[in-house]
């Protein structure tokens, strides 16, 4: 799975890494640049593992505290969405320590698709398919770092 994992990063570096014209990476700077798109990956992993496996303590490692996140869910007995529903870093703490608590919401074959779909050096965006639909992040290199500062949210599309 770790051989999956790096060669997907590998091939995801030299489809999406941008450069100036005539620009040639050093083995350092590319390594570097693979050790980034690694953290952005699993601080977008961190957080669907602590809602799915009930396990908030990975959202301290991965969300910013300042976090901003916004949502649209679907109510299917009104068949319209609840708009701008937000939530702080406090209520989704609170929320991963709760949500599966008793395993009925997601288990091991519930979806978790990540996309990382830009890493520069101080900001990233990613994109999460889960059970609960779509969530589209903004990232930061806080501390050497990577944190979710914001979040964007909807249910799964109704196509």
Excluded at 61 to 76: H, Q
Excluded at 132 to 147: N, P, R, T
Aim: hydrophobic residues 40%; aromatic residues 12%; proline residues 4%.
């Amino acid at each position: 799975m770790r051989i999956l994992f790096a060669l997907f990063l590998v091939s995801l570096f030299s489809c999406t890494a941008r450069q100036p014209t005539g620009a040639v990476l050093s083995p350092s700077t590319k390594q570097e640049r693979v050790a980034d798109y690694q953290a952005v990956y699993t601080a977008i992993n961190d957080y669907v593992e602590a809602i799915y496996a009930v396990k908030p303590e990975l959202i301290a490692r991965s969300v910013d505290t300042e976090l901003k996140k916004i949502g649209y869910y679907f109510n299917e007995e009104k068949e319209s969405y609840r708009d701008n529903l937000p939530m702080t870093y406090d209520q989704l703490y609170s929320l991963a320590g709760k949500w599966n608590s008793e395993g009925d919401m997601a288990n091991e074959d519930s979806p978790r698709e990540i996309e990382v779909f830009e890493v520069n050096d101080k900001t990233a965006v990613g994109k999460l398919t889960a059970t609960w639909g779509i969530d589209y992040f903004q990232l930061a290199k806080v501390g050497g770092s990577w944190k979710i500062k914001h979040i964007i949210w909807q249910s799964a599309p109704r196509n």
